[in-house]
């Protein structure tokens, strides 16, 4: 018989695999592009980032196997992964999630464990609620682990003093939020059963859904010829392949593919989203900590604050309640 992996384990897999993820999208911003004479925008990374995560995702959708265990339909003896109704629905919410996160990265005078505690917050909020709408059993320890986590967020929110974001991060924030409750309705509705083969099936159905209305949409986007945006992503899709800057990206859809696989498996524990969502989020928002010390050791950029470092510290306690309170719990009961 096959032993589980603990939930803790991925988690921290997730965290080793998400932290090289935010230096590298970081970085990519920051090198001067050899056409441009300018570092590129985070708007014109983000197409072949999502190009690159769409084919290396389809590549371990097949050499895993995962896509055995989805819905499909056969066509001259080969078999085609197919969603169903809901995780279509799933796969808008994640597309929304996948053009959303690298973009975060890259607002000049923003700092990342600053836009992470806002994105991150949202969810923490939505969570419970989805919870009590599907009647899902909440412990004590996931509603601490809740408090904790917004604690934080509010901490570093206080300390700003505003929101201070341009108006595409504010976009960014908002479609974030959208996109993981379509997520988590659909996960709750569907996969949170325990089952291995259920958490692939979602995976694959959802990924051949999200990866390929974000990068049409970002392509439809780009030939609107709405504003720099618009031209922003022209050049995304068409001037970084020959540029130096394709190993950066490349590292980052790499890392991102990784990190999907990883926060699938955290989300879809069969445990209630009160629990999972805060041990998925605070390991990225420490993720996110600990990228700006890195980027602000090795590149000279702005180190966490006081107050992100204090509400990186909760995170950090929020995290041994949720790996510890259930296994003391079990041994009381």
Not at 36 to 56: D, K, Q
Not at 101 to 129: H, K, N, W
Not at 232 to 240: A, K, N, P, Q, W
Request: hydrophobic share 55%; aromatic share 12%.
């Amino acid at each position: 018989m096959r032993r589980e992996i603990p939930l803790e384990v991925m988690v921290l897999f997730y965290f080793l695999s998400y932290l090289p993820n935010i230096i590298v999208v970081k970085l990519a911003t920051m090198i001067p592009h050899q056409a441009l004479g300018r570092p590129l925008t985070g708007l014109e990374t983000l197409p072949a980032t999502l190009v690159m995560n769409l084919i290396l995702t389809y590549l371990f959708i097949w050499l895993s196997g995962w896509h055995r265990d989805a819905n499909h339909y056969t066509v001259a003896g080969f078999r085609f992964p197919f969603p169903t109704p809901y995780t279509f629905l799933s796969g808008i919410g994640t597309a929304l999630v996948l053009f959303t996160v690298p973009l975060s990265y890259t607002f000049e005078g923003v700092s990342i464990p600053y836009i992470q505690l806002l994105m991150r917050g949202d969810i923490l909020i939505i969570a419970p609620l989805v919870d009590l709408a599907f009647r899902r059993k909440v412990h004590w320890w996931s509603w601490v682990a809740l408090v904790m986590v917004l604690a934080s967020l509010a901490l570093v929110l206080n300390a700003k003093g505003e929101l201070g974001l341009p108006p595409l991060a504010i976009a960014t924030v908002v479609l974030y939020t959208i996109g993981y409750f379509m997520r988590l309705t659909v996960m709750t509705r569907i996969s949170k059963s325990g089952n291995p083969a259920s958490v692939r099936r979602y995976f694959v159905e959802e990924k051949i859904v999200a990866l390929p209305i974000a990068i049409i949409v970002l392509a439809l986007l780009s030939m609107s010829g709405l504003g720099s945006q618009a031209s922003s992503l022209t050049d995304g899709f068409f001037l970084v392949w020959s540029d130096p800057v394709i190993v950066y990206l490349i590292a980052g859809a790499v890392t991102l593919t990784v990190v999907s696989v990883f926060a699938a498996i955290i989300l879809l524990d069969k445990r209630e989203n009160t629990y999972c969502v805060p041990l998925e989020r605070s390991a990225s928002l420490l993720a996110g900590v600990s990228a700006a010390w890195i980027l602000a050791f090795g590149w000279g950029l702005a180190a966490p604050t006081t107050s992100e470092m204090i509400g990186a510290s909760v995170l950090i306690m929020a995290i041994v309640l949720l790996s510890l309170a259930p296994r003391f719990s079990r041994k009381v009961d």
